[in-house]
């Protein structure tokens, strides 16, 4: 038999995915490419927003017109939040949440005898035991997402992952220390440690951080492979985890989740940061890595945000300078306190001040680019397009072009940068 794969939203979907297509593979099954006519499909479901789920929703529609023949097996954010309305979804033939998704083989099998649909879907329970999920391969071929930790207790008061994840649970360091050395034997030159929150990472293991992590993963002394953190809260950047950092090969590039620069918008958010808190943990990332990228995510017009909150939030993406922001229009989330705040904002608006944040948000990247003119940086090139043209990333994640004749898929170089692109580091032709 053969299975394809759909997976929406963050990295740990993306890494979940790999784990469960390695997972079929182990068990004889061929792995295709989505749209072709496979007998399983499985999507892997996202629920952060209201266009994640309706993009779902699609997803099990169409391939069912299009394959009516095969198996749907529905997986994620969005089947975990959604599990009663989807027992009577006659399309989908599997339905599993955030849990039991290293049982996923079985449970197609269980179909297969049954002919019944499968429903495997549980609420989450404190102790909760971290799913050992595991990866050798992925289909990237060169950058490796592993999965730290999962679950969140933080409860924003705009975001359902709490609920739909469950609470923290971490994987123990050996594991994440076995499965890197793995993926440096297949030949993967930069490894990023993703999670749901990991800057909760060891809170529910006894004498365990993120700090601990990284100066274990540095103590592996592997040769070529550089590491990279998934999103962090400010709270946890902290002299000790940069000193860490720098010690091994991790790259000056940090995810710090903002989500609004207003106080006042942050405090209904139940952030738990000031927008002083955020600033001067990015001034302390600048005093020991000045060319670091700070990249992020904000929400535009969450419930009863002001011009002025607006404003505030404007002034601060230019005071940070950003290498990129993620800018996305709130999406109110039955479940959560915001879902029935007052004052909610109205879509126009939304959609007005979205645009304009991004417009500004690229002017002050490209900014951040220009000053790259006539340096080195050290690249991972990932892609060819076209004939003799290569994209890669930067250690701080800003893109980069070069043109070789030489196959440079897979390699790491350090390379001058000869002029900028539209939010592109182009450089000198490249040779082996």
């Known amino acids: 038999m053969n299975v394809s794969f759909y997976t929406l939203g963050c990295k740990v979907n993306q890494f979940e995915t790999e784990a469960m297509t390695q997972l ?9 490419q989505p749209g072709e006519e496979s007998d399983v499909f499985v999507i892997n479901s996202c629920t952060v927003t209201a266009a994640s789920d309706k993009k779902t929703r699609n997803m099990v529609s169409r391939f069912k017109r299009l394959n009516k023949d095969s198996i749907i097996v529905l997986a994620g954010c969005y089947a975990q939040s959604k599990q009663e309305d989807l027992k009577y979804d006659s399309n989908i ?34 102790g909760e035991n971290y799913e050992n999920l595991t990866i050798t391969h992925t289909e990237e071929r060169t950058r490796a997402n592993i999965k730290i930790q999962d679950g ?16 923290v649970r971490s994987r123990e360091i050996n594991d994440v220390l076995d499965e890197i050395i793995q993926l440096h034997r297949n030949g993967y030159l930069e490894i990023v440690l993703n999670g749901i929150h990991i800057t909760s990472y060891g809170l529910d293991l006894y004498d365990t951080n993120l700090i601990k992590l990284i100066k274990a993963i540095n103590d592996l002394n592997l040769k070529g492979v550089r590491f990279r953190l998934g999103s962090l809260e400010p709270r946890v950047i902290s002299e000790a985890l940069i000193q860490a950092m720098k010690k091994g090969d991790f790259c000056d590039h940090f995810h710090l989740s903002l989500q609004s620069g207003s106080d006042s918008v942050l405090e209904r958010m139940n952030r738990r940061y000031t927008v002083r808190d ?15 990228g700070i990249t992020t995510d904000i929400i ?46 109205p879509g ?20 951040f680019y220009e000053t790259f003119k006539g340096r080195t940086v050290d690249v991972l090139y990932e892609q060819q397009y076209k004939k003799s043209y290569y994209i890669g990333h930067a250690t701080n994640y800003l893109t980069t072009h070069s043109v070789s004749a030489d196959d440079l898929h897979n390699i790491r170089k350090n390379v001058l940068v000869s002029s900028i692109g539209n939010h592109t580091l182009i450089t000198e032709e490249v040779t082996l």
């Open 24 to 32: 079929f593979r182990d068990a004889g099954f061929d792995i295709i």
């Open 93 to 126: 033939n599997i339905i599993i949440g955030t849990k039991y998704k290293d049982r996923v083989v079985e449970y197609v099998n269980e179909h297969l005898e049954t002919q019944s649909v499968v429903f495997k879907v549980d609420d989450f329970k404190a």
């Open 152 to 167: 969140c207790r933080q409860f924003c008061t705009y975001c359902i992952i709490p609920y739909v994840r469950g609470p």
């Open 300 to 345: 535009v017009g969450f419930p009863g945000e002001t011009e002025k909150e607006f404003e505030e939030t404007c002034s601060f993406v230019e005071k940070v300078k950003f290498s990129k922001v993620h800018v996305f229009p709130f999406s109110p989330r039955e479940g959560t306190k915001a879902f029935h705040m007052p004052d909610q904002i």
């Open 278 to 292: 955020y600033y001067n943990k990015v001034k302390l990332i600048r005093d020991h890595m000045p060319d670091v």
């Open 348 to 367: 126009k608006i939304k959609k007005e001040r979205t645009n304009r944040l991004i417009g500004l948000c690229d002017r002050v990247a490209q900014n």
